[in-house]
């Protein structure tokens, strides 16, 4: 079946950076978009970013200018690079996986834990 790995959480210092990192297996990812997903303690589950299968990037009010989603296809890839991060990107970070035919993610991840506390 469709997997997604996450990878590449942690804990960081404000004003830090971490890089995190999804390897997506059976399915044809060139042509999926591709978005990363955050959920903090006793919030809902909200949209960071989003890179469409023809690399058109969306990013959330809140973390624009700071993250920076990109996709490899060689390598079947969606990265999302954090900069600045703020205690309030504190959060359990998904991966999820849109295929071309639909109008819903159909695929997630397992989520990767980001912390930012001094």
């Known amino acids: 079946q469709v997997q997604l790995v996450e990878s590449g959480g942690g804990l960081v210092q404000p004003g830090g950076s971490l890089r995190l990192s999804c390897v997506v297996s059976?399915?044809?990812?060139?042509?999926?978009?591709m978005g990363w997903f955050r959920q903090a303690p006793g919030k809902e589950r909200e949209l960071v970013a989003r890179?469409?299968?023809?690399?058109?990037?969306y990013y959330a009010d809140s973390v624009k200018g700071r993250f920076t989603i990109s996709r490899d296809n060689a390598m079947n890839t969606v990265s999302l690079e954090m900069n600045s991060l703020k205690p309030e990107d504190t959060a359990v970070y998904y991966c999820?996986?849109?295929?071309?035919?639909?109008?819903?993610?159909?695929?997630w991840g397992q989520g990767t834990q980001v912390t930012v506390s001094s």
């Open positions: 999820a996986a849109q295929r071309f035919t639909s109008s819903k993610y159909d695929y």
């Open positions: 059976r399915l044809t990812f060139s042509s999926s978009a």
């Open positions: 890179i469409s299968r023809y690399s058109v990037t």
